[in-house]
């Protein structure tokens, strides 16, 4: 653990400006070119074919054409009266256009872990949701807002974001106040409560990395919580001394006279087969 700081997190914005300017009041938009490798493509695909027994959280919206949100946990639990899709059906969904969720994917990967531990010192127990779609205007959620602070990390694509200049508990997005397309490395901050709406210009995926604000948090009064606190780590689970020699560096060969046509080499495996 502890592989960022939140200085790396809003890379180039000076932290302690973040949270005089913008923590509660405004949104943030940091445009430049780290995190891009965050999720990527390859990464879908991988998550994906784990369906549906490897996948625990896949959401997508609007997947009747009817606005309705079939979850998969939802679905296998019995909460949810939605039939079962074969892998098929979902890759066909994927490919009509609907938007999927990949939601609670804080350890699908390490950077995800590190980013939550770093903003759970200021913030309480974040989560990861991965939105992913295929096409240009993809079905997404239209204009509202979340009870949690969100930053909102983009890896592939672009992605066209409005800003309204209202929060809840008003019930409705007021008056537009900024409107900006956001790519790979892009982070935007929202706070709670504020209305937004986010449209796709291409396939994209973006991490939305959310967290309660602490109970009593104020400028006044600022805690912040030792690291580690709230989640368990990311551990490496390769074992000791399989793969390096005893310095830990270069991976071991074996000896030319072990190896195919090498000194010592038998060819009983293959007399064997031929029989
Ligand atoms: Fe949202």
Redesign the pocket.
């Known amino acids: 653990m502890g592989k960022y700081t939140i200085k790396d997190i809003l890379d180039p914005v000076d932290p302690k400006r973040f949270w005089l300017n913008y923590w509660g009041k405004k949104h943030l938009v940091i445009r430049r070119n780290t995190f891009k490798t965050l999720f990527k493509w390859h990464d879908f695909t991988n998550v994906l074919n784990g369906y549906p027994r490897n996948l625990n959280h896949l959401q997508i919206l609007d997947y009747d054409g009817k606005g309705t949100k079939w979850c998969l946990d939802k679905v296998n639990k019995g909460k949810l009266k939605l039939p079962m899709l074969k892998k098929k059906e979902v890759l066909d969904l994927w490919r009509s256009g609907k938007t999927f969720v990949l939601s609670m994917a804080e350890y699908t990967k390490q950077d995800f872990v590190e980013i939550c531990d770093e903003l759970e010192r200021y913030f309480e127990r974040g989560q990861v949701n991965i939105y992913c779609s295929s096409k240009k205007d993809a079905v997404g959620?239209p204009a509202?807002c979340?009870s949690t602070e969100?930053f909102l990390f983009h890896t592939e694509g672009k992605v066209k974001w409005t800003i309204y200049d209202n929060s809840a508990p008003e019930r409705k997005p007021g008056k537009v106040v900024d409107e900006f397309v956001l790519e790979a490395g892009d982070l935007l901050y929202i706070p709670q409560y504020r209305y937004?709406k986010a449209e796709s210009l291409t396939p994209r995926i973006s991490i939305?990395i959310h967290f309660p604000n602490k109970r009593n948090q104020s400028l006044k009064k600022f805690q912040i919580t030792k690291k580690g606190a709230k989640r368990e780590g990311w551990y490496n689970w390769m074992p000791e001394n399989l793969y390096y020699d005893a310095e830990g560096s270069s991976t071991r060969d074996v000896p030319r006279k072990f190896r195919m046509g090498g000194t010592q080499w038998k060819k009983t495996y293959f007399n064997n087969l031929k029989k």
């Open positions: 959620f509202h979340d969100n937004h939305s």
